[in-house]
């Protein structure tokens, strides 16, 4: 009777390591390393920072670069807190393309006819 007592307990307590395996292992394999999360954030926070600056050039006053920096990266670590590395990098991607297409136009609007 007590081996049957011992075996339920060890059975147990297999199976609990392994959904506690597999739950870290979930979870350390989702998230990126902090100084690379860090960096995208600063990164994304250039670019749209870059973008915003170059549509509405004329059309309104920004706060300094820092102050407008500073929270928009603080916005971007909040806004990424639960997104896997590719759909970051998917942004990234994105706001490059957008900073890239604005640099042509205004390149191709210098250029006179």
């Given at each position: ?56 050039d004329g059309i309104t006053e920004f706060p300094s670069k820092k102050e ?46």
């Amino acid at each position: 009777m007590k081996h049957s007592y011992k075996a339920v307990v060890w059975g147990a307590v297999v199976v609990a390591a392994l959904m506690l395996a597999v739950f870290l292992g979930y979870r350390l394999h989702y998230r990126m390393p902090l100084k690379e999360y860090t960096a995208n954030a600063l990164y994304m926070a250039v670019l749209d920072d870059e973008i915003c600056r170059r549509e509405l050039d004329g059309i309104t006053e920004f706060p300094s670069k820092k102050e407008s920096l500073q929270y928009k990266y603080h916005l971007f670590l909040e806004m990424n807190r639960k997104k896997s590395r590719k759909d970051i990098e998917r942004e990234i991607q994105e706001l490059e393309k957008r900073l890239n297409s604005l640099q042509e136009e205004k390149r191709d609007s210098a250029i006179p006819s």
